[in-house]
């Protein structure tokens, strides 16, 4: 029984010395993204969600409010594309600060991005016929993403 008792406990303060190790800890810290871009991800995705949803309610149900969302969405996956990119990067050892810079910038385009899309859907038609300012929004949304 002290025989099992001693090989046990030796297993056990040899897995803990590995995990211990100084060196995996810097592996596990190299693995991951700095604080800050973290951060900035959390504050950003609730952002958008908040942004996404107002322009849900401002754009409408038409077909043409679909086409908004629609050219939204694209936007949206094109930079989350360009981020997980630069993301990967980062990971892969290149410790670069311009690549946390590139990301901080997409995060701010994106933001950016459906500002000009609530301010411009938000803004009050001149026309009364509601194909009109359909057309108006679908327009405006255009403009906002050149």
């Not at 991951?32 to 409408?60: D, F, H």
């Not at 670069?96 to 301010?119: C, F, M, P, T």
Request: overall charge negative; cysteine-free; proline content about 3%.
């Amino acid at each position: 029984i002290a025989a099992t008792i001693i090989i046990l406990a030796g297993f056990g303060f040899g897995i803990m010395a590995i995990l211990n190790n100084p060196a995996t800890r810097e592996l596990k810290a190299e693995s991951t993204l700095p604080a800050e871009i973290l951060e900035i991800e959390q504050y950003y995705k609730v952002q958008t969600q908040e942004k996404l949803n107002r322009i849900e309610t401002l754009s409408g149900s038409g077909p043409e409010a679909t086409k908004v969302k629609v050219m939204l969405t694209q936007e949206i996956e094109s930079l989350n594309a360009s981020s997980a990119s630069l993301k990967s990067e980062y990971l892969k050892g290149t410790r670069d600060e311009r690549l946390i810079d590139a990301i901080k910038n997409n995060y701010r385009v994106l933001s950016g991005l459906l500002d000009k899309v609530v301010d411009e859907l938000a803004k009050p038609a001149d026309n009364s016929s509601e194909q009109n300012n359909e057309n108006l929004n679908t327009q405006k949304y255009g403009n906002a993403i050149v």
